[in-house]
């Protein structure tokens, strides 16, 4: 009886205690900030990850503070359900644990959990998760075809992941196996990370253009995401942005279902053009276009509203009066451009390779910045 | 058979996979640095931590890593013996388990790592540590003096921690309660934290100085050291500085046993005059003693070998030419310091109160810092 | 004929390209920063300074430009009368010449430009500046007393220029000579630097006050004031604040004469107290207060309204929770102090030495600071 | 002669108080650097800015000290013949007077001091520069062209400044002009500014490439360096880059005059391949290459040995592990790359496009990273 007060009493002390712990991380401006597209949400999403209920380093709650440190819309706790190095210390049957410890942690803010598992095989098929699953527990699946099967019967998106890890693949390279092939005819895998952790890859991005699939980029944090990706130097996690008609679960999940993805690794932006353009277009603004005084030489003000500073090359007939035919437009700043347009023009349109975009392999999409209402 | 090769890869790669992750942490020069004294090592041991085993957000290896980019000596994860939130998910009922997954991840390392707990209890006698101990599974005691006497009877240290905390001290203000005077008079208690996480207590530290304590400094961390201490805004973690006869466990015991120790809190240093002036004495060096030409006015250059931003103010007759009587000498770095003393001198000695150093309440010591061998 | 019209041609267009230049400079948040005190303008003055009019390395233009980025309120440029070591270039004989191109300059800004002179003599009497004279010309008189005594029939306000420059006091030690007490006896010097370019003088401060001369602290730059006083690492020049009854050149001066000033150097504030006192309360403000919930321990935001960073040391029977005796409130920032009442209190004195402050030397006023309506 | 001691003392305590002022500059690590290349020095050479002895604002010592800490080899002062607003204060009738200061000012110093020469017109010719002149005074001819014929009788190099410059241009467009052609077609020009202080000009490229003109770059500061061009905030001044046989006047004469020669402004290096390629290969050096264990991808490791960023597009076969084909190599940083090269490869040669060298407008040079000695 005395014990249990005792206990009681530490409980809610601890806890307090815990709590008054200063956090000095707010002071960090390391927001990831995506426009919306006309039609579509862009949400900031990173679904793949793992926490000590896998072979993860930390408690949920971290996964859950990192997210909102770097303005997250949406995660998935993807732990490993055949690899559980900590079972010694964490033998919970529930493959579900993980997630619902998110859920309690995230239920004051403005960030959504998606349950999600990592089917982890040898290759193949290798490591593929699934997300939007309905129980962890009933993926626990032998068969590496019928695990797909299962996520689909829940109703899961699935995605290859890491399809160039070295591990598996000595070469670097990805290519399709035969279960892959299997796995994409019979409609059981939906995507592919053409980004995961500190890689990108080409051949990635081929099979997913290829074949139909969702291009995804994911941390697959196991340590830090701090440490991992050089956040206090300037870093950022990979992410995928997934241009939802809501911004809810069932949202992105339909975005994802219709290949609606934009990878962000580094500064790159990976995806198809459909959405690339539009997300391109509502990320550089044209604020200001006036013409110097007593010439023909129109001053331009770009704002990029995005957390990917923009490398872009010139294609139009136009020459710069302070650039070569390279633009680099910062990150969240504005840019002037001095644009010889040897007429004083009332509209113009710039047309720009965006090197810094990627919609195939080795080639970059193009955009036309258009300015209007010129100031002569 | 089929399903162990399969999952027999899995854990090889995984684990290799996890292990490639980039770490851009060590570039922060963020280790802390304190030299020797005479006699004796300065060892930078964080006493005070927790991990998913009790309230903490993290795997021991966080603790580990943590530990080695802050450039400590040893380190003790003291989970709470009686409070374990996590006990749904980690029922393992052996209390050492932390500290073993400590063990092995700090193998290849020079960071010692000291088997602790922490004993948690209502006010009287509140939060105590309990470090080298034998088997943390035998505290397991439910009266709140017997459980010393079984950290005594395994030879342990034990502290008192954040006698100071608000959760047990609405005021904020150490005072000790009969339980803590017996406790302290059976010699079951041996230290006090003066420090706490961002916590600092005059009156702790009164009450160390007046019952012969060893003054102590942790960092209590729950979630992350760089969140919690804004470590890449240039924060650190508190430590007890143990001025140890040998740099092993053995001696870090022996020099807290003998109240050896000098905390390191932001910039200060708090602690016993005979460990705070020896400690003062390496840490500033007079690197050059020079007269400016055709003058009397003695330039020095001292150089801070510590993590620590001294702040001296000047108890000599001397005035200095650039300065007021208040010298700032930056953590790190060499500072120059111009003299006016009148007559050129052979050797000089300068005499400071050393205001970031504390040696009772509101109260610090002085050192004399002697140039020897002036250039003329 | 021809060449006219070339020429004049070359005069527009040449001028209009230096003006394009861009000038990155105003990136840089260096712009000074004290508050006004009741009844008083705080006049930031940089009263000490050179061109290539005497031996100086610029021309007027950067002076003034250099003062509006440091948000000064006024300057003097004080070209050498009798030290002219660019007169085979500059052989003007208008001693009011570089006067002038600064009035022209500072046209259309915020700043006041005020005539003086340096009157440059070996010792003694030294260096002095005259300012607020009526012309520089007259100022060329042989004989070092005589030469005050124009100033004063211009009636200029008088300063003795780094008294404790070595060149002329090897010992770097300012001391009265028979001249200087006359000089003061006869009311012909008004004031003192007592910090001058890289050096502040004890003595100098103690001559101050022993002699009622105004307390002055002046730049006396030569070159750049970027490069001498490493503005971009984050240094600042030293000026004069004049506490004005009206922000005018004739407020400057009324307050100059009646030793209305303090001395700005690095983060020290050098003045007599009924200056000193009401601008340190000017200067910190308690933004908030309150008590933390369920505890006796205050909470109070401060705010350094200035460019200083204040260190004060405890005065009060109050202890800290997160500091020591010694707080550092940072130069325009808000930094929390919490506060051990014991008892819940209504309202709070709070006692400190300002350390960073000098009234005399070796010596530091006390401020009280009071919160009032504090949340329970 | 009582007066002439005390100026006399005055002169050389009032230098002397000059030379003490602390010049925080030097903590800049602000050098430009690049490397020679086979058979020449490459000289870092600004040739053309202005003193107050045109329409500058500084002293030539300013300039000198300016150059000092940007690692220049050669500078030219070169003040406008005709253009003389500072004339009332500063009638010095030798044109040569700016150099002969700026040659006194160096005499200990690595630094060449190249005699030079604005020569100021409307359009055409517009501004000119005449280097390497032999006496500046010799220079003021009232015609255009007979002008350019007393520079070469005294062996100058000659170029023609900012041809782009909106106010004798205001399209910003370079287009030759009848007497452009005729002292190009008489030998009378030799050069042409691509780059001047802000701008750049695709046009003026074409106009050196297609008449075998000297590519020139200038800063033609007026202010001062560090604000113009934002070098605390990372910025440089434009130079040109001269590839030299000897490291002299005479040697950057002959480099000039024979179009050896590359600017370089912001991160662009612009110039004629058979300069631009072998700089680039001496600018970027693998410096590591060995296969990741048990795989086929080969990381090599490239140190920048410039100033310049360098932005390399992939033109081979293989594709990267963590890299799309645009690669970023900063500015004195060792850069990884992990080169997917399927088999394992003895020695691998990699094509680029140097996206940040130009060799004609629009138009980017090709080069061959060759990594041999691969370890496997």
Redesign the interface.
């Given at each position: 009886m005395?014990?249990l007060?005792?206990?009681l009493?530490?409980?809610i002390?601890?806890?307090?205690?815990?709590q008054?712990?200063?956090?000095?991380?707010h002071?960090?401006a390391r927001s990831l900030k995506f426009p919306n597209v006309p039609g579509y949400k862009v949400m900031k999403c990173d679904l793949h990850m793992h926490t000590?209920?896998s072979?993860?380093?930390?408690?949920p709650?971290?996964r859950v503070?990192e997210a909102l440190m770097d303005g997250l819309d949406a995660i998935s706790l993807t732990e490993?359900l055949?690899?559980q190095?900590?079972k010694?210390?964490?033998?919970?049957p529930d493959r579900n644990?993980s997630y619902e410890?998110a859920i309690k942690e995230a239920k004051d803010h403005n960030l959504l959990i998606i349950r999600g598992s990592e089917i982890?095989?040898?290759m193949p098929p290798g490591?593929n998760n699934a997300i939007f699953i309905e129980d962890a527990n009933k993926m626990l699946v032998?068969d590496s075809v019928a695990v797909f099967r299962e996520a689909k019967r829940q109703k899961a998106f699935t995605f290859w992941n890491?399809p160039?890890?070295?591990?598996?693949r000595?070469?670097?390279?990805s290519t399709l196996t035969p279960m892959h092939k299997l796995l994409i005819k019979e409609k059981l895998l939906d995507g592919i990370e053409v980004v995961n952790?500190?890689?990108?890859?080409?051949?990635a991005l081929q099979i997913a253009l290829d074949n139909n699939l969702t291009i995804m980029g994911t941390s697959?944090?196991?340590?830090?995401i701090?440490?991992?990706?050089?956040v206090?130097?300037g870093?950022h996690r990979p992410i995928t942005l997934v241009f939802a008609k809501e911004p809810t679960i069932e949202g992105i999940k339909e975005g994802l279902e219709n290949r609606r993805t934009v990878a962000f690794f580094k500064d790159?932006l990976?995806g198809r053009d459909e959405y690339l353009i539009p997300l391109i277009k509502e990320s550089l603004k044209i604020t200001s276009a006036k013409y110097?005084p007593?010439?023909?030489?129109l001053e331009l003000e770009i704002e990029n509203l995005t957390s990917a500073t923009f490398?872009l090359?010139?294609r139009s007939k136009y020459?710069?009066?302070?650039?070569?035919?390279?633009i680099t437009l910062k990150a969240g700043e504005k840019t002037k451009l001095?644009v010889?347009t040897?007429d004083k023009l009332s509209s113009i349109d710039l047309n720009f390779e965006v090197?810094?975009a990627?919609h195939s392999?080795?080639s970059h999409p193009a955009v036309t910045l258009q300015a209007t209402s010129i100031t002569q």
């Open positions: 005395h014990k007060t005792t206990l009493l530490c409980i002390s601890t806890t307090a205690f815990a008054t712990q200063e956090d000095h991380s002071k960090l000590v209920f072979d993860g380093s930390v408690w709650d971290i503070a490993h055949e690899y190095p900590h010694a210390d964490i033998p919970h644990r410890l982890t095989r040898k490591h032998d890491h160039m890890w070295m591990a598996q000595p070469d670097g390279i952790d500190g890689s990108y890859s080409d051949e697959d944090v196991h340590k830090l701090d440490w991992t990706f050089g206090p130097q870093g790159l990976i110097l007593k010439t023909s030489v490398t090359q010139n020459t710069f009066a302070e650039n070569s035919d390279i001095q010889k040897k090197l810094n990627i392999p080795n």
